[in-house]
């Protein structure tokens, strides 16, 4: 079994006599990752990745998913459990880990995040990337489907870690979030700089750097990128990793008032790239020549097409219609290390602080007593982050049906009509167990929840 179609066609079987597989959630060319429930006090969710044991970098996995599983950071994803195992016949290398709510990636197709939400992403990634350096390791593989949300707080995974001295990496599939050195094997704290760069720019405009490898050039940084980001990514993504800016000096950068952040060469450092950097250059010099002949011809275009026969600015309409195309796409935005389909706001920012509990006995401005006629005496509004609120464009709708017994307690509470995001789903649910309906001969309810960027509504109707 070293293919991902192999792997995909594990669900009902048990890992290792604790883990069974429930839901296949994706993967790559040779790692798969389920859904799977295992007994704890309470029970708990958790992801678990599978590797073919005869996978290139199947040791490098397992040797790294042991090193995670020693360590300890609030905004590293924990490690349950990893080993090696055989299903059906077949060999596999295996690491359980905490199930996130959201991840980076869901959010991203949907909207960038806004400036302050990467700044609230940033501290909790160069906090715990500093512990990782200090402790001799490299995370190796930053990237928005790497950055999750479990329960509001941000993390980062935990089964890409390496050694960072001396270590050698036999990488599979390589990507722009991947260091030009990573194919001489070599790992150091530079490379999550590299892609610490990378992601910034992908979060903050919905797409990575334009890179091209082989030609090894200074990747294209997009010009709408404000300030510090700007400056931030330019010394992130060097080439020369000697060049590279520090995670201090990020950190300052991020600081009110802070000088520009110069990164100079370091001189009693050698750039061991730089032989294939010069036998590319006249191929990258064709290139940006082509760029220039090309930009040069659109600014003609566009002066001959700035103002129209009919005197309305071209301009203008264009600018028009690019702010329609990047506005985010409505309902569905939620809070969160949350990316979806549907869109999701970010708690990938809120880092290290939790949602707020939501208090039924108390907080007036979230509950509310009704006239026993109506079948409710009690409602309780969801308690939603304020970033999460000030994100929805449009409305986000959840449907949530609820059991009541006799003596008008809610005893279940199930999505009914979910929308597309898990955030939303979750604060939807958690508010309509706390609802209160008449004493009566019980049954089921549906409440509809209606959250905009101004509040949200609640409506409930007997089934």
Known sequence: MNTVEGLTQLEGSVVN???RLLRWLGGSRTTAVYLTAFEDKPPRMAALKLTAVNAPDAEVRLTGWAAAARLSHPNLIGVIDCGRSEIDGWEIVYQAMEYADEVLSEILPTRPLTDDEAREMLGPVLNVLEYLHAQGYVHGRIKPSNLLVVSDRLKLSADCIAL???SQVNRAETSVYDAPELLHGAVTPALDVWALGMTLVAALTQRPAQWERAYQAEPLIPAEIAEPFQQ???????????ERCTLDEVKAALEPGSPPLFVVRRPEQTNPLEPARFAGSWKAALIALAAVVVVAGAALMVRKTEFPANGTKGGEQQTAAVS???TPATASVAASVPKTASGKPSPLGR????????NVEAPPASVSRDAEGSGVLLRVNPEVLPAAQQSIRGEVNVGVRVTVDTAGNVTDAQLQSPSGSKYF??????AARQ???AIGPGGAWRIQFQFRHDGTDLRATRE
């Open 17 to 19: 006599g604790r883990f």
């Open 164 to 166: 960072a001295a001396g």
């Open 232 to 242: 931030i990514v330019h010394a992130c993504l060097r080439v020369d990793p000697a």
């Open 324 to 326: 329609k195309q990047q």
């Open 351 to 358: 880092g290290r602080q939790a949602a707020p509990e939501t």
């Open 425 to 430: 789903n979750r604060v939807a649910v958690a």
């Open 435 to 437: 609802w209160k309906f």
